[in-house]
């Protein structure tokens, strides 16, 4: 069952990644891709890549790709097909090694009803559970609406009361089907205070079944986690080898091969825990689990489809030191984590390469709306857990890379908050502890940065001059005015004064200025005694500076603005780029404070458009199935 050729069925950061792993094992790799990726980092990286007609769900397309490539084997990576059997079915059906665990496991776990019986059948606690509305109020409430098929918080929904549970419930179902094809759900008890656990699992075909000690990933937004940890704060050996036996209990009852995870719901008071599914594929976080044992799971997955067994027991899985991992999203923490569009005008990350990036993206790179909206996943490794929250949270300070929001300042500010510090992370740290959005900064920082950006600007503008470019900066037979340039930062419009002086200084606001060196990539500058580099990109007249204490993003404003199209009174604008999948009220109609009125999809998650206040709808400016741009006028409400 050897191969030397691999077809990955997916795109993006987990593409690039199996891609490292097989390529160091001397195996050819052939990546398959859609327009939207034709210049994606994972394309370059292939040795072969095959443009698929239509999308990454493409399951003929993508078997007739490895076939005249001649790829013996496929890996699906996440998401996409990873957890489709028919696909995995398909494949074996056609000649070719799957890498991953059997149809009839991914089928069987894939169903989260049919996987709760199972853990019920294996002594392996399950929270209670209804599959309809009318069995719903026994639970109690908050409960919590999930999907039957798929993961990644997809088609989930906390309820808080009766109210809102039919619509709540509509809108699960409806983002199940969207994302996979089946909008099947259940209502489970919602534990508020709680924490996310998972166990890796590596099983062969041969029977044998390891736990690689648990990851805690309880950190999330909208149901889908963006901070992971390994080993958890709340989990002590003791309970570390109960969950890893509840969790290789399970996997050899189904006979479990590949790589997997079994997740856990474990409540912080009690230490109770329930079973919650199996993930019958490679999970986003298993780089820390790779860094705390020294095991490479992707090494392992191709293994074990050779069918080759593992050569380790459980007895030799050795855990040392503390390993974190972050999601980095486009997104706008301060929009509810909406999605962004846009370009990454920067993507450096050679001034923080202590620690580990697995990223799919580069700079010039496109986020669109096609596709999840994570940028890449950043992990670090320290001997214990302050240090690694320390190395990560710099590490993610001293890297070079915007253009478009990102959640960066968020996590942060997650890190270096004092009740995960603490390691108080439970799933309700977001909405407990609220960390800011943006980055904060001292009446000095925003200073330098501005006098920093003032002087990089009229040097570059001096430098690109045919008539003045070749003289001195201070040169002048008379007295010079005050220079100006309007920025905007931070949200807020400000005006920078400076002048070039005849000592070479130059005098920026209140500060004194000396440069030491400038180039069309940064200035290297002493503002008032402090000395320090920026790295600066530009494009027109947006700008990302780093410094010391991060990237900051500043446009130039014009010195004369042309009138745009304003917001009508009364008008409800599009949150994000997306499609319209729902209109629920027309012109005329009368509607109540908190009525949706509009739903929009967008990264296959939905967001609707509620009523700010009651009134009448006095202008609809959309109809079903329209793309919408960010920040574009949906309809007006008159009150």
């Given at each position: 069952m050897s191969f030397n050729s691999l077809l990955i069925a997916n795109r993006g950061e987990i593409a690039c990644r199996i891609m490292l792993t097989a390529q160091n094992m001397g195996i050819k790799c052939i990546a398959v891709y859609v327009d939207a990726d034709s210049n994606a980092p994972f394309v370059k990286m292939a040795d072969e890549a095959i443009k698929l007609p239509t999308n990454y769900m493409d399951i003929v397309a993508i078997i007739e790709a490895a076939k005249k490539t001649g790829a013996e084997a496929i890996h699906p990576g996440y998401g996409f097909l990873s957890e489709n059997a028919s696909f995995a079915r398909k494949v074996i059906n056609s000649k070719l090694i799957w890498v991953g665990p059997s149809p009839h496991v991914i089928k069987v776990m894939g169903d989260k009803l049919k996987a709760k019986e199972l853990a019920d059948k294996s002594d392996v606690p399950t929270l209670p559970m209804a599959s309809d509305l009318k069995n719903a109020k026994s639970l109690g409430y908050p409960l919590l609406v999930k999907a039957v098929a798929g993961g990644g918080g997809k088609g989930m929904r906390i309820v808080e009361n009766p109210k809102a549970l039919k619509e709540l419930v509509a809108s699960a179902k409806r983002e199940a089907l969207s994302s996979f094809d089946d909008d099947r759900i259940f209502i489970e008890k919602y534990i508020q205070k709680s924490r996310h656990i998972e166990i890796q699992i590596l099983g062969d075909q041969h029977g044998n079944v390891v736990h690689l000690g648990e990851r805690e990933c309880s950190i999330q937004r909208r149901h889908q986690k963006i901070i992971e940890e390994s080993p958890s704060s709340r989990v002590d050996p003791l309970l570390r080898e109960e969950m890893g036996k509840a969790a290789i209990k399970l996997a050899k009852k189904i006979k479990y091969s590949s790589a997997g995870t079994v997740e856990f719901l474990l409540d912080d008071k009690t230490g109770e825990f329930w079973f919650l599914e199996v993930n019958t594929r490679l999970q986003v976080e298993h780089?820390?689990?790779?860094?705390?044992?020294?095991?490479?799971?992707?090494?392992?997955?191709?293994?074990?489809?050779?069918?080759?067994?593992?050569?380790?027991?459980?007895?030799?899985?050795?855990?040392?030191?503390?390993?974190?991992?972050?999601?980095?999203?486009?997104?706008?923490?301060?929009?509810?984590?909406?999605?962004?569009?846009?370009?990454?005008?920067?993507?450096?990350?050679?001034?923080?390469?202590?620690?580990?990036?697995?990223?799919?993206?580069?700079?010039?790179?496109?986020?669109?709306?096609?596709?999840?909206?994570?940028?890449?996943?950043?992990?670090?490794?320290?001997?214990?857990?302050?240090?690694?929250?320390?190395?990560?949270?710099?590490?993610?300070?001293?890297?070079?890379?915007?253009?478009?929001?990102?959640?960066?300042?968020?996590?942060?500010?997650?890190?270096?908050?004092?009740?995960?510090?603490?390691?108080?992370?439970?799933?309700?740290?977001?909405?407990?502890?609220?960390?800011?959005?943006?980055?904060?900064?001292?009446?000095?920082?925003?200073?330098?940065?501005?006098?920093?950006?003032?002087?990089?600007?009229?040097?570059?503008?001096?430098?690109?001059?045919?008539?003045?470019?070749?003289?001195?900066?201070?040169?002048?037979?008379?007295?010079?005015?005050?220079?100006?340039?309007?920025?905007?930062?931070?949200?807020?419009?400000?005006?920078?004064?400076?002048?070039?002086?005849?000592?070479?200084?130059?005098?920026?606001?209140?500060?004194?200025?000396?440069?030491?060196?400038?180039?069309?990539?940064?200035?290297?500058?002493?503002?008032?005694?402090?000395?320090?580099?920026?790295?600066?990109?530009?494009?027109?007249?947006?700008?990302?500076?780093?410094?010391?204490?991060?990237?900051?993003?500043?446009?130039?404003?014009?010195?004369?603005?042309?009138?745009?199209?304003?917001?009508?009174?009364?008008?409800?604008?599009?949150?994000?780029?997306?499609?319209?999948?729902?209109?629920?009220?027309?012109?005329?109609?009368?509607?109540?404070?908190?009525?949706?009125?509009?739903?929009?999809?967008?990264?296959?998650?939905?967001?609707?458009?509620?009523?700010?206040?009651?009134?009448?709808?006095?202008?609809?400016?959309?109809?079903?199935?329209q793309q919408v741009d960010n920040g574009a006028t949906l309809l007006v409400l008159e009150n």
């Open positions: 780089p820390i689990t790779e860094e705390i044992t020294g095991i490479d799971l992707v090494y392992e997955q191709i293994k074990i489809a050779r069918g080759e067994e593992l050569k380790f027991s459980q007895d030799d899985i050795d855990w040392h030191g503390h390993a974190i991992e972050v999601r980095l999203y486009a997104e706008d923490p301060e929009n509810n984590f909406l999605p962004e569009v846009g370009t990454l005008l920067a993507y450096d990350t050679s001034k923080a390469d202590d620690i580990r990036w697995d990223s799919g993206v580069e700079k010039g790179y496109k986020v669109g709306t096609d596709f999840d909206p994570m940028l890449s996943k950043v992990i670090s490794w320290a001997p214990n857990r302050i240090d690694a929250i320390n190395k990560l949270a710099r590490g993610l300070e001293k890297a070079h890379f915007g253009g478009l929001k990102t959640n960066r300042d968020f996590l942060i500010n997650c890190l270096r908050n004092e009740s995960f510090i603490k390691g108080n992370t439970t799933t309700d740290f977001i909405d407990r502890e609220n960390p800011s959005a943006r980055k904060e900064l001292t009446k000095i920082q925003l200073h330098e940065a501005m006098a920093a950006i003032a002087v990089w600007n009229a040097l570059q503008n001096r430098r690109s001059d045919v008539v003045t470019g070749f003289m001195p900066s201070n040169w002048t037979n008379g007295r010079i005015p005050d220079q100006r340039i309007k920025l905007l930062i931070l949200q807020n419009e400000v005006e920078v004064t400076y002048k070039f002086q005849r000592n070479g200084l130059y005098k920026v606001m209140d500060s004194n200025c000396k440069v030491h060196g400038h180039d069309q990539y940064g200035i290297d500058i002493d503002i008032d005694s402090h000395r320090f580099y920026a790295q600066i990109s530009q494009a027109d007249d947006q700008l990302l500076i780093n410094m010391p204490y991060g990237d900051l993003e500043a446009t130039i404003m014009p010195r004369f603005v042309d009138p745009g199209n304003e917001i009508p009174e009364g008008g409800l604008v599009a949150p994000m780029p997306g499609k319209v999948i729902d209109v629920k009220v027309k012109k005329g109609d009368k509607v109540k404070t908190g009525d949706t009125l509009i739903i929009i999809e967008a990264m296959k998650m939905e967001h609707s458009i509620k009523a700010t206040e009651n009134g009448k709808i006095i202008k609809l400016m959309v109809s079903l199935n």
